[in-house]
């Protein structure tokens, strides 16, 4: 088995991995604030690192049906999320490919560079 790889973002405010640490996201990624998961609030960002994705799954969601996979730390295996592959309704196409974090399940971590 090979070393562990894992990606460092170059930021002041991180999302990282509540459990580890691991960095997962910034500020710039971020999309949206307003959904809510299986742990309470969640955020809906752009682009996420150090993950990887689990089963490919159709779920009926709030907003209709969708194909999702959840996300897993790279570094520690924790659940963080989901990962939208696509959407049935047009108005929820903007989703697909994003990523969803629960606010419970990531830290955010700020200092100065």
């Given amino acids: 088995m090979g070393k562990l790889h894992l990606e460092y973002l170059d930021s002041n405010q991180l999302y990282v991995c ?4 691991a960095h997962l996201t910034n500020n710039r990624e971020l999309i ?7 742990t309470g609030k969640a955020y ?16 009926m969601l709030r907003t209709g049906l969708h194909s999702c996979c959840d996300i897993f730390c790279k570094n520690c ?3 963080l999320g989901w990962k939208y592959e696509w959407a049935l309704e047009p108005e929820q196409k903007y989703k697909e490919g994003k990523f969803i974090l629960e606010k419970n399940l990531i830290e955010k971590a700020e200092w100065e560079n």
């Fill in 18 to 21: 509540g459990s580890c640490k």
């Fill in 32 to 38: 949206s604030k307003d959904f809510w998961a299986g």
């Fill in 44 to 59: 809906l960002y752009n682009k996420v690192v150090n993950i990887y994705t689990g089963v490919l799954e159709e779920r």
């Fill in 77 to 79: 295996d924790c659940k």
